[in-house]
Structures are given as structure tokens and as C-alpha cells.
């Protein structure tokens, strides 16, 4: 008599393989933060959920490479000019957060 393991699923952001062997240079030319601040803004997406993605910079300050206010701001302005995220609604101190929304630009570069 076998014991059937319980199975385990983990949550996991895909991001090709392409962006991270030279065949793409819009995301070699892109800054750190930018690019880890895409990778959370993507792990944020759940499939239903475009257009309202939040992520507070009280909660992404606690990542290392996210530390400031300034370093979130600059990374969000450096994916907007880009093509990559736009913002949705404009957050601030009694507004809420911001809500951002992936436009799919990093799905056509590869």
C-alpha cells in the first residue's frame, strides 16, 4: 500500500529565456529597477486583473534594489516611456495606489 504525496504548486512569473541571453536589447538597455519592478508588477497579474494591478511603494521598499520612493518613481516612468506598463490610475498620499496595466510590448520584443 503506496501513500499518495500531497501535491505541491508554486506560484512562478514566466519570463522568457530570450530576455536574458542577448536577443533582446530594449531589455539589456533597461536599468535594474525597471526590470525588477516589471517582474513584480507581472507577478501581480493573475490573468483577470489588467488595468488594476497594484503594488504600493510601501510594499515594494521592502525588496532590495526598490529601496526608495525615487528609485520606484524613475523605474514606473522608465516602463511607461517605453511601451511596456501604463498607469491607470494615478495614486498618491489620500488617492490610493497606483493601479498599472502591462501592454504587452515586452511579449512582442522577443
Known amino acids: 500500500m503506496s501513500k499518495r ?4 504548486y508554486y506560484n512562478f512569473v514566466a519570463l522568457p529565456k530570450s530576455l536574458f541571453f542577448g536577443r533582446c536589447p530594449e531589455w539589456q538597455k533597461l536599468s535594474g529597477s525597471a526590470k ?7 507577478a501581480g497579474y493573475n490573468g483577470a ?6 503594488f504600493p511603494y510601501s510594499r515594494l521598499r521592502k525588496h532590495r534594489g526598490l529601496s526608495s520612493s525615487g528609485t520606484i518613481a524613475k523605474a ?10 501604463s498607469r491607470t490610475n494615478k495614486g498618491g498620499l489620500y488617492k490610493g495606489c497606483n493601479m498599472y496595466k502591462l501592454i504587452g510590448a515586452m511579449d512582442t520584443l522577443f
Open 36 to 42: 525588477l519592478l516589471y517582474i513584480y508588477l507581472k
Open 49 to 54: 486583473n489588467n488595468g488594476e494591478i497594484t
Open 5 to 8: 504525496r500531497k501535491q505541491t
Open 76 to 85: 514606473s516612468k522608465e516602463l511607461e516611456e517605453k511601451g511596456i506598463i
